[in-house]
């Protein structure tokens, strides 16, 4: 018989309350959660936002319409559970809580034999002047958005501005301006949305794919204040001088941590913050526990630790920390909570991206020196009636080969290949093993070769033979023969454009059926990149190029499609742009 | 400068022939293939035949239009093709080909310093009797389908059989009933469809899913002999007497290795008569390669060769053996192709099925002592508006906990999970990496945790703690307390039914809220059965019951709801049905 007490009913809490009571039927198991809500699915929340869940019970009911609170878990579970109840003090010597009841002030002590803090992440405040105002609010909690979610039920939100163009940014431009018809502007300080995950050249397509119209996308743009104004109306200064009257401001700055209790009570924590915790989710502290959202674990990619606030790895956290405290071991080896790759899906509008790893910028910021490829395909076979376009890019570690990122976006399914990426940036694989991956092949759901086949072939083609590919967004200092091996058809009809170069370019049409004739028309010692639609023209062309002896040959990674994509709006090589 | 000849014209001999021509410009590399085609995507005949596609040339275009015929080769590849050729001899001693020209029959020698042999497949004949008659067609070569095409559009076709209930039975299946509204009947000899890749909980809810009306499934059932009657219509002769007449039939019975002329001149070959490659895809004889659907590969399950028709390991075969002909290598590895472990996908009707590895039924007969799970989750949580169920099934071997295979069918997303189980198989990973699997999560695209972390909770759950998953095709023979945990108003409601138990089992009504309160209504020593809609709750209620002293416990797997897809037709239990 222990005395467990489990502070934080959300995703990483509940379930290691609920796998301790099952392991441990014996075991007296306390849930302490401050909100009067416990197992509330905060990823759903997006949902209630948009109007597409009519109410927010649904995101505490069990799949077959119980509810998930104290007599629930109580009778189910076997777990007393304590809500609107604060823990101010853990006194880890005494093994002793200081707890507050919300409702009515009472302050009392309780002991535990093992402790769990699950207390979640809280939302990043901005750090210029905002009022405290109803308008302008955070999207964090329930109570964040069931203002908005009213006002816009009752028409009165036409103009929206939100701030910050990370996952639930861009969840919430959809929401606002296709689900309520909202005109909506999205602030981002940074060059690009989604930045945390996608390089420029894929995040470019993103934010071209985002429909005109209600929207409008201020990147590299600052805010300097918000301010009511005179008739109730939150206005947005920005530092470019600029001013955007609204009726309603969601900022969505991401989340950090919630682990202050946690630190002054003397756990070590990370540099993001987080408690740090071991492969069985213990703290620093004896018979203390930690997971989900407050706590740092092992980026499986740098080794380091980092912080990751995904709803998936709480759970899986939650498990590994009740199967810890109940000594449980499958065949001598403890239960282990690895750590993460940072797998990623996210669905914007018609596009469905997903990622896994690190972003070339991020690995160069951690000192990686990188190497990469770009890269366009069909996710089925070109001949199938509805094939879609898909685009990728995998970062690798020049050296070893080592595989460090993935990035793809298209409206065809990509979250599969991102899985099982994941998977073998876990295993520490390199660039070579992508050419022996194995997928489920059929014309409805695949190509024969995989994006990830593709990715590996490149990366390998180019660090062994040296076929380059050139990334977009080096297109522009290019200088040299741009050979284009489109068919004359293709370039009169013009479905692609040839993008703006600097001025010294000399740009060569010469289809690849007639390229193994017309050698003789380019010049063997001037660097020569080799485009075409997609992308794999151009890579046989350059190295036939190269097989004729041209040294400084490359080809358009992606092809001149991702390159329009890219540059539609003409915003690619500037910093900013609104559309 | 080698002189390499690449016998076939299809996947892997395009593949061969192409790669090898960029790594090795100055080889001399000769295609010889015996129809009038090369280059042809078999995989997309099934879109030709359903009239997905207008016009067979769809199948041999690249992406940008033009036709992959002998002058595409020879301009863009550098690549000699002779179509309509046939080789009759291979004297691997002389390095010398006796071939003939099928157009005039004239007969000519051909030397080469490397033979690659891509002969491809060949389709399996029935063993019963029947007409040569346009009307009684095989389904592999574009002539086999352009008959039944023009007949199908010109309306001639009221009804059909498919003899054959694989991969091209399925497919041809939909495209028949729902694309040309012909009456059609399928009849497979043995008790399930797609027997190669799913047990019959996966096939039985697959079968049932297929829409009645226009169609009659035949299970069990076996073809005496085919003949055309007085008025010129196929009559389908059945073993239990039935006769069926028909304006066309289809026979999908797989295909085998089309091995003859490599196994003549000497090269080895395996049991299922394709010949036998190394890694680099090098046969027996001295300076020859063979690849794609004429080869044996390793099984990464099993280590054993095995044979795999797919066009997507056909692809990754011709480019490893150019590699291998060129002398490349990485890093001083010989580039590798390791084998397959047997990932496929196929979309049948509304579903999605795919499967990895070994079927519990074949790794039975391969000598495995197999366990297995199976079970039932939405593909998103549970309140994501258009959440769809996923039904899945895996199977381990019981000393090792090693994974063999894995099924899971839906109307959900389930590709992605299949892939990574795949590149897990082939790294010989067992249930307990399961749990730690990372997949990309986001509502709109799944759930926190996925089927793969849940079907390995459920393995270590049964392996290491003893609580056992029941599969339903166990169900009838079940003797003992059948405990429904579900809630008094879902039992009213019968979304699920229980299903026919033998007449000793006794049925308990505890809702799984009330189970800690009245477990003196059961019986401590007889064996249990916990039962819900989805299997959810029926295994907390059987942990909950083996916590209290229960000796003998289990839970449905995939709940009722699995259980009621495959009953619907009553056919389940059954070893034939008809609907």
New interface residues.
């Given amino acids: 018989m222990k005395n467990v007490i489990i502070i934080g009913g959300m ?1 990483a809490g509940c379930k290691t309350a609920a796998r301790l009571s ?1 392991l441990c ?1 014996d075991y007296q198991i306390t849930l302490i959660e401050k909100s009067p809500f416990i197992s509330f ?1 905060s ?2 929340l997006p ?1 209630y936002a948009s109007g ?2 009519n109410d927010l019970s ?2 505490n ?6 509810v998930r609170d104290k007599k ?1 878990f109580s ?2 579970k ?1 777990v007393k559970v304590l809500t609107e109840t604060e823990v101010n003090e853990i006194n880890a010597d005494k093994k002793e809580l200081t707890c507050r009841s919300i409702q009515n002030g009472d302050v009392f002590k309780l002991n535990y034999d093992c402790l769990v803090i699950a207390t979640g992440s809280e939302t990043i405040k901005p750090g210029f002047p905002f009022p405290a105002s109803p308008l302008v609010s955070s999207f964090h909690s329930p109570a964040d958005v069931k203002y908005f979610r009213q006002s816009a039920q009752k028409g009165e939100i036409e103009k929206a501005v939100i701030i910050g163009g990370g996952f639930i940014g861009c969840e919430m431009l959809e929401a606002l301006s296709s689900l309520w018809g909202i005109e909506t502007v999205l602030i981002e300080s940074k060059a690009s949305l989604l930045s945390s995950v996608l390089d420029s050249e894929i995040s470019g397509y993103v934010e071209n794919e985002i429909p005109a119209g209600k929207i409008q996308l201020m990147l590299s743009t600052t805010v300097k204040k918000i301010e009511i104004n005179s008739i109730g109306a939150p206005v947005v200064y920005l530092d470019n001088g600029k001013e955007i009257i609204t009726d309603f401001v969601f900022y969505c700055l991401g989340v950090k941590p919630d682990a202050g209790l946690a630190k002054a009570s003397g756990a070590a924590c990370g540099m993001y913050g987080g408690i740090l915790v071991d492969e069985q989710m213990r703290t620093s502290l004896p018979d203390v526990w930690a997971a989900g959202d407050c706590v740092e674990i092992k980026n499986l990619v740098t080794g380091r630790y980092d912080y990751f606030s ?7 956290m939650g ?1 590994v920390a009740a199967d810890s405290i109940a000594g ?1 071991s ?2 001598g ?1 403890n ?4 750590g ?2 940072g ?5 914007l509008f018609d596009n ?1 991206i ?3 790893g690190l972003t070339e910028a991020r690995a160069g910021r951690l000192g990686y020196e990188t190497g990469s490829v770009i890269g366009c395909w ?1 996710d089925r ?5 509805e094939a879609k376009n898909i685009f990728g890019k995998l970062v690798y570690e020049k050296r070893t ?1 080592k595989l460090l990122g993935l990035q793809l976006s298209g409206e065809g ?1 990509v ?6 990426f ?3 940036l ?2 520490n694989k390199n660039v ?1 093993d992508l ?12 190509s ?3 994006p990830l ?1 593709y990715l590996g ?1 490149m990366a ?1 083609n180019q660090e ?1 033979d040296g076929v380059k590919n050139c990334s977009p967004a080096m297109l522009s200092s290019f200088n040299g023969s741009l050979i284009d091996v ?2 004359p058809v ?1 370039v009169e009809a013009a479905t692609v454009d040839l993008p703006a170069l600097s001025s010294g370019v000399r740009i060569i049409q010469v289809p ?3 390229l ?1 004739l017309r050698l003789n028309e380019l010049d063997l010692n001037k660097p020569a990149m080799c485009v ?3 992308g ?2 151009a890579y ?1 062309a350059a ?2 190029l190269m ?2 002896g041209f040294k400084n040959v490359s080809y358009l990674g992606g092809g001149l499609l991702l390159c329009n994509k890219i540059n539609k709006f003409s915003g690619f090589m500037e910093k900013s742009y609104e559309r």
Same sequence: chains 1, 2.
């Fill in positions: 995703a099952r039927p699915s990823c759903g949902l597409e869940i649904e995101l009911k069990t799949p077959y319409g119980a629930y009778q189910v076997g995904f709803g998936s790895l709480s759970n899986r498990r449980l499958y065949g080896n239960i282990s909570f690895n993460s790759a797998s990623i899906s996210l669905k469905i997903c990622a896994a069909y076979p070109d001949y199938y009636p080969l399914e979250t599969r290949y991102a899985d099982v994941s998977e073998l876990s295993q070579e050419m022996n991956l194995e997928h489920g092949y059929t014309p409805a759901h695949s024969p070769l995989s086949n072939y390998v062994t489109r068919e293709e690849l059926s007639q193994r075409c639609e997609r794999t023209r046989e190295r036939l097989n004729k």
